[in-house]
């Protein structure tokens, strides 16, 4: 099982889609979490220009300590297809070139070809939360000017995270990053071929699952 699990590193690491989509994710993140702030300080402002009372808030950055982990968590929960994409592509190359025969071949049964697969998404997913954590770390660090009373920070702190601790935030964002990645993977076994299986959960996780909320929503308040 470590020897899987060390094969399947290695692949990833020294994989070109893997650093290729890495790079923009992180860019994107960087850039999102950039802009988010810019817009919250433009709609502080406007509301300040039309007489509102704001002052505390003109000076509360959003991405400080402890409010950085939702929404850190948030914007890479948003940005979730580009480690799907990466963990499709990871199994799916492998169908259309035949690799998944060769390691049949030297040795590995089928469970053990599955259960590499799964050590693929797991990695990813770690990999990725691990990421975001160290950028959330650094965001806030930058973000912490302590020009708000603690007070009024504890006081913002309880009202938005109630009784739970704020890194569960990211701890969710892990287990949302596993289970869609997962479903790709799941993809991948079902269509095999590369652009059929990110077509497939691309349509699906963009277009067909939105279909399927709205359905339920209004279901659920038809049964209301």
Aim: with cysteine; proline share 3%.
């Amino acid at each position: 099982m470590k020897r899987i699990f060390e094969i399947e590193l290695i692949k990833l690491r020294h994989g070109k889609t893997t650093k290729v989509i890495a790079i923009i994710y992180a860019a994107i993140t960087i850039l999102s979490l950039i802009i988010l702030t810019y817009l919250y300080k433009s709609s502080v402002d406007m509301y300040q220009t039309y007489g509102g009372e704001a002052e505390n808030l003109s000076n509360f950055p959003p991405l400080s300590f402890p409010f950085v982990w939702l929404i850190g968590s948030v914007v890479s929960s948003i940005l979730i297809i580009f480690p799907a994409i990466l963990a499709v592509l990871n199994a799916s190359n492998e169908f259309s070139s035949k690799i998944h025969r060769q390691h049949i071949i030297d040795g590995l049964s089928k469970d053990e070809y599955i259960l590499s697969k799964f050590f693929s998404v797991l990695i990813i997913s770690l990999s990725f939360t691990i990421y975001t954590a160290f950028l959330c770390i650094i965001m806030g660090l930058v973000h912490n000017t302590g020009a708000i009373p603690q007070e009024i920070l504890d006081a913002m702190s309880n009202h938005v995270f109630r009784d739970t601790h704020p890194l569960i935030w990211l701890f969710g964002y892990f287990l949302y990053t596993l289970s869609i990645l997962s479903f790709g993977l799941l993809i991948s076994f079902i269509f095999k071929k590369t652009g059929r299986s990110i077509f497939a959960f691309v349509g699906y996780y963009l277009v067909l699952e939105w279909i399927i909320i709205a359905f339920l929503v209004k279901w659920k308040l038809f049964l209301a």
